[in-house]
């Protein structure tokens, strides 16, 4: 593996996953992969899970690791070429990544979408600077519009809990007090989408996601319609795709709720974390004997190591 910033880097998803089984029952034993090289985790953004587990998983493999705030411990960073930089933006990333590469042979960033502007986000304008200037493999940490490694778990998750075959996964929005990227929901989708599950995307209207990540999913209006006969209820709130950013007016109730489930194939519950109890999810479904989300945090490590070392085996 070169890279890992979507789905499109994992090759055959389901034998991926099943590799990523295989890491989970040795995870603590393989310090001798990764020994002499160095990850740089650079954050954007804030993290927990992603921070703790990555940096968990390259222990877990004889790494070393420098973790960057970029956004509070280096200098304001400029992405646009040809720019002249007589602003607040002292550093240009064709210089930093230059640099971070020779101190790095893994590099891992997290870059959340500004959700002001579509085309500069959904262009990945600073992970595709990332991709030209910094020559060493690049793994996202969440970028503008995907988060592989949370979808990679996620499969995991499913993986080693699902009953049947080809399960029915249903991909519910829920309410939340602010506005927030699609990169989770986009993600998930196409993972889901390429293990042959059902996949189901239920949300208001007005919160399409971009097509070109939800083909092959059934896209349903009606969310008791969709969450009937779900093995998986994946919940997470997401802004507006078609009016980038905004939420528009939601008309009906789309809070998960206990009879809400009943409609469900005793579907097991899911979340990226971190959620708000009470306004996204209720606490009697969080801490619920169907709750999986404390499962897919503890498989981010198992996803970030697979994907570690399959990064170190071509180095
Ligand atoms: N799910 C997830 O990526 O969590 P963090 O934002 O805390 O890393």
């Given at each position: 593996?070169?890279?890992?910033?979507?789905?499109?880097?994992?090759?055959?998803?389901?034998?991926?996953?099943?590799?990523?089984?295989?890491?989970?029952?040795?995870?603590?034993?393989?310090?001798?992969?990764?020994?002499?090289?160095?990850?740089?985790?650079?954050?954007?953004?804030?993290?927990?899970?992603?921070?703790?587990?990555?940096?968990?998983?390259?222990?877990?493999?004889?790494?070393?690791?420098?973790?960057?705030?970029?956004?509070?411990?280096?200098?304001?960073?400029?992405?646009?070429?040809?720019?002249?930089?007589?602003?607040?933006?002292?550093?240009?990333?064709?210089?930093?990544?230059?640099?971070?590469?020779?101190?790095?042979?893994?590099?891992?960033?997290?870059?959340?979408?500004?959700?002001?502007?579509?085309?500069?986000?959904?262009?990945?304008?600073?992970?595709?600077?990332?991709?030209?200037?910094?020559?060493?493999?690049?793994?996202?940490?969440?970028?503008?519009?995907?988060?592989?490694?949370?979808?990679?778990?996620?499969?995991?998750?499913?993986?080693?809990?699902?009953?049947?075959?080809?399960?029915?996964?249903?991909?519910?929005?829920a309410p939340?007090i602010?506005?927030?990227?699609?990169?989770?929901?986009?993600?998930?989708?196409?993972?889901?989408?390429?293990?042959?599950?059902?996949?189901?995307?239920?949300?208001?209207?007005?919160?399409?996601?971009?097509?070109?990540?939800?083909?092959?999913?059934?896209?349903?209006?009606?969310?008791?319609?969709?969450?009937?006969?779900?093995?998986?209820?994946?919940?997470?709130?997401?802004?507006?795709?078609?009016?980038?950013?905004?939420?528009?007016?939601?008309?009906?109730?789309?809070l998960l709720t206990?009879?809400?489930?009943?409609?469900?194939?005793?579907?097991?519950?899911?979340?990226?974390?971190?959620v708000r109890r009470n306004v996204e999810l209720i606490d009697a479904l969080l801490d619920?004997?169907?709750?999986?989300?404390?499962?897919?945090?503890?498989?981010?490590?198992?996803?970030?190591?697979?994907?570690?070392?399959?990064?170190?085996?071509?180095?």
């Amino acid at each position: 593996m070169k890279q890992f910033i979507s789905v499109h880097d994992a090759g055959d998803v389901n034998q991926l996953v099943q590799e990523a089984l295989s890491v989970k029952q040795t995870v603590n034993h393989q310090s001798h992969l990764g020994k002499g090289k160095t990850i740089g985790l650079l954050f954007l953004n804030p993290s927990l899970r992603t921070r703790m587990s990555t940096q968990r998983a390259a222990y877990n493999l004889g790494m070393n690791v420098m973790v960057v705030n970029l956004d509070k411990d280096s200098w304001q960073m400029e992405f646009e070429d040809g720019a002249i930089m007589n602003s607040t933006k002292s550093e240009h990333i064709k210089e930093a990544a230059g640099v971070i590469a020779q101190y790095c042979d893994i590099v891992a960033i997290r870059c959340f979408p500004g959700l002001v502007d579509r085309d500069w986000d959904y262009d990945e304008i600073v992970l595709n600077s990332f991709l030209k200037y910094c020559k060493v493999p690049i793994v996202s940490l969440e970028s503008a519009t995907r988060h592989p490694l949370q979808s990679f778990a996620d499969m995991i998750t499913i993986a080693e809990t699902q009953q049947v075959a080809k399960p029915k996964v249903v991909l519910t929005w829920a309410p939340h007090i602010k506005a927030l990227p699609q990169a989770v929901p986009n993600s998930f989708a196409e993972w889901a989408i390429a293990t042959g599950a059902a996949v189901v995307i239920t949300h208001p209207e007005g919160y399409e996601l971009d097509g070109q990540f939800t083909e092959g999913a059934t896209i349903e209006y009606n969310q008791d319609k969709a969450l009937t006969g779900a093995d998986y209820v994946y919940v997470k709130n997401w802004s507006s795709f078609a009016d980038y950013g905004a939420m528009p007016e939601v008309t009906g109730d789309w809070l998960l709720t206990e009879e809400k489930m009943a409609l469900t194939n005793n579907g097991k519950i899911m979340h990226c974390l971190p959620v708000r109890r009470n306004v996204e999810l209720i606490d009697a479904l969080l801490d619920g004997p169907n709750s999986l989300v404390q499962r897919q945090a503890g498989n981010r490590v198992v996803a970030a190591q697979t994907v570690l070392k399959k990064i170190l085996e071509t180095l």
